[in-house]
């Protein structure tokens, strides 16, 4: 690569190189790469020194690179959010349930020029539902799925004391709105923050949460409805071998919304 291709890059940095940041670092990294865009520095508790990117605090990803991508726990998102907002820098995010939990995000995020970009994670079907917010949703409702282990350690789950190895047979464990499901399933409902954010709001938008010992992964089905449409999406997507809380999916989301950056046609 010439030296003149790099300058015309934009610097990107990951907050998070776990299984989704990782996945990310590695298409930045590929041979293929991402069209005007350049891993610079990484954040994360860890290291991962084999990746040879040198790791750094928030503050120094934000000031140093024009672009920051969150694949971290939600409770680090505040943090990363003020240093991102410090420097003025778009910020991609992945932990929408960040969103909804600490709404402060957004509050400070006014008129720093700074700009969220929430990918569709594990979720399809967004495009629709955002055409559809224009038309006036009357009923938006996702019903998650997972094997009963992907919910262990959730806060629901210990609050409740729920018995999952218990559980023989697919059970509704939670029933609410998506900020109540946000509080009760931070790593596990981003789903249901992303489709609240993209369509009627966090109160109004329904969540069924399912355990099903039966299930080999995460499925999430949403319905959403307005006087002229109807939409019914469905995903099943195995879990993510790094992180059986994840999917596979989330990661290829982010990369698809960098890649969009700088496509000339930008579909949905
Ligand atoms: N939107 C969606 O549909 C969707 C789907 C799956 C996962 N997610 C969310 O994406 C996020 C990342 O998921 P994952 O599977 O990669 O998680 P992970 O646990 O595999 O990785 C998180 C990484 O963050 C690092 N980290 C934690 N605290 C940090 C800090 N203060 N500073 C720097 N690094 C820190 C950890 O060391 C780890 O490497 C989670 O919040 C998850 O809930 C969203």
Wanted: glycine content about 8%.
């Amino acid at each position: 690569m010439r030296s003149s291709d790099t300058l015309l890059k934009l610097k990107v940095g990951v907050a998070g190189v776990g299984a989704i940041g990782r996945a990310v670092c590695r298409a930045l990294l590929s041979d293929e790469g991402i069209e005007g865009l350049i891993l610079h520095r990484i954040s994360d508790l860890k290291g991962h020194g084999d990746m040879s990117i040198q790791n750094a605090d928030f503050k120094t990803l934000a000031r140093e690179c024009d672009l920051i991508v969150e694949c971290l726990p939600a409770t680090q998102v505040p943090a990363l959010a003020d240093a991102a907002f410090e420097y003025g820098r778009p910020l991609t995010l992945i932990s929408s349930a960040a969103l909804l939990l600490y709404p402060d995000i957004l509050e400070k995020q006014k008129g720093t020029g700074s700009r969220i970009y929430v990918p569709s994670g594990a979720l399809a079907g967004l495009d629709g539902v955002k055409a559809m917010k224009e038309m006036g949703i009357e009923r938006s409702l996702i019903a998650s799925t997972k094997p009963p282990k992907g919910f262990e350690g959730a806060p629901y789950v210990v609050e409740k004391a729920l018995d999952l190895a218990g559980i023989t047979e697919k059970t509704l464990i939670f029933s609410g709105n998506a900020l109540d499901a946000s509080r009760a399933f931070p790593a596990n409902v981003n789903v249901a923050a992303t489709l609240s954010l993209a369509g009627i709001g966090p109160e109004k938008t329904r969540v069924e949460v399912w355990a099903d010992p039966a299930a080999k992964g995460n499925t999430h089905e949403i319905s959403v409805s307005t006087a002229f449409s109807t939409l019914n999406v469905r995903i099943e997507n195995m879990p993510d071998p790094a992180n059986p809380k994840s999917s596979v999916l989330a990661a290829q989301s982010i990369v698809t919304c960098l890649r969009d950056m700088s496509r000339a046609i930008v579909i949905g």
